[in-house]
């Protein structure tokens, strides 16, 4: 079970605020969860409710406003010697949206994934580096010639496959994987999640995976966590999240997903979420608290009864 496995990853009360006084924006406000090591955590939520954000601050692109991360028992806000802070960038990595935008168009492939390797002073020698770019570019489904090209001459799904060809480049321990999905046409999306997930289970990778899409990120996840608004509504094992959701938010989230049957579609009833129903009450503080072994609701002490007898009607 995740809850035997180490923690590689603890985010504890992260709050990330920008600008001040009116114009400040609560782009991410108290938040707290945990990642083991080796597994999927899939973070979901609509444009805006802070996905982004916390996984810019965990790779501590940000100093938090508030609130603590701790990469492998070390808090990445205090890491003091150049070592370890080299360490950090090494041990963790990001994957973007935009794989048009997160090349360098002037560059060779081969300059852009051993970027990190001439960092942190991987390779041996020209023909070392090249032989472990080229490597590289096997592992993730391209061909070793593909070295010496541009990023103009492929496609999004290859240019993605670069995208992570760079990142495993200096043999990462946990990637952060920002919708990396979304901008590829729908007949490629599958074969690019299919890969990180071989990848994973390879090199045994941990992942933040974000995502719009419930249904895909249901399908790579071993635990969700649901944003809105900034903050963490609901968190569980994936499949528990997905057909047994205890929140209403999440639920309307699910009944969003699109169906492929047109007369489910057309009786399909959409659940529209109030989210004015989710301030705290005077002295009653809204927090995530356990309503099923390992399943989390944010919600008050008062309605912790309500979400167990919630919990119970799905096992009926
Ligand atoms: N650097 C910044 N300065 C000011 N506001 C910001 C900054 N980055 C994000 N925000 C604001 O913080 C909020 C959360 O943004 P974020 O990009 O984290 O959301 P997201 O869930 O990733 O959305 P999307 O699904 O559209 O990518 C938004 O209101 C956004 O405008
Ligand atoms: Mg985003």
């Known amino acids: 079970m995740p809850e035997q496995r180490k923690k590689l990853l603890e985010v504890k009360h992260l709050k990330q605020y920008f600008g001040s006084g009116k114009d400040m924006v609560k782009a991410v406000d108290d938040i707290t969860f945990d990642i083991y090591e080796g597994e999927t955590f899939g973070l979901v939520g609509e444009s805006g409710s802070g996905k982004t ?10 100093e938090p406003t508030d609130g603590q991360i701790i990469f492998d028992g070390k808090d990445v806000s205090k890491l003091k010697t150049k070592e370890d802070k080299l360490k950090f960038c090494r041990d963790m990595q990001m994957i973007f949206q935009d794989p048009y935008a997160s090349l360098n168009p002037r560059m060779t492939v081969e300059d852009i ?10 390779a041996s020698s020209k023909e070392d580096r090249r032989q472990k770019v080229e490597d590289l570019l096997e592992t993730v489904g391209l061909n070793r010639d593909h070295a010496s090209r541009y990023p103009h001459e492929f ?19 946990f990637i952060i994987a ?3 999905i979304s901008a590829l046409d729908v007949s490629i999306q599958a074969q690019v999640v299919n890969l990180l997930k071989e990848l994973q289970e390879e090199k045994g990778l941990t992942y933040l995976f974000i995502a719009h899409d419930l249904s895909m990120v249901k399908y790579i996840s071993d635990r969700i966590g649901v944003m809105h608004f900034g903050r963490l509504l609901e968190v569980g094992p994936a499949d528990d999240v997905y057909t047994k959701p205890l929140h209403d938010y999440t639920a309307s989230l699910i009944s969003a997903v699109p169906v ?22 005077e002295g009653k503080p809204a927090k995530l608290r356990e309503i099923t072994p390992g399943h989390f609701v944010r919600c008050r002490e008062d309605e912790v009864e309500m979400y167990q007898k919630r919990a119970a009607e799905y096992e009926k």
């Open 155 to 173: 496609s999004g799904g290859q240019r993605q496959r670069i995208g992570i060809a760079r990142a495993l480049a200096v043999e990462p321990r």
């Open 260 to 281: 492929p049957d047109p007369e489910f579609e057309r009786n399909r009833k959409q659940i529209i979420y109030d989210a004015s129903v989710e301030k705290d009450v």
């Open 178 to 180: 920002d919708e990396p």
């Open 113 to 122: 994934i051993a970027e990190g390797l001439d960092i942190h002073g991987l």
């Open 53 to 62: 954000t916390t996984g810019r601050s965990v790779i501590h692109l940000y």
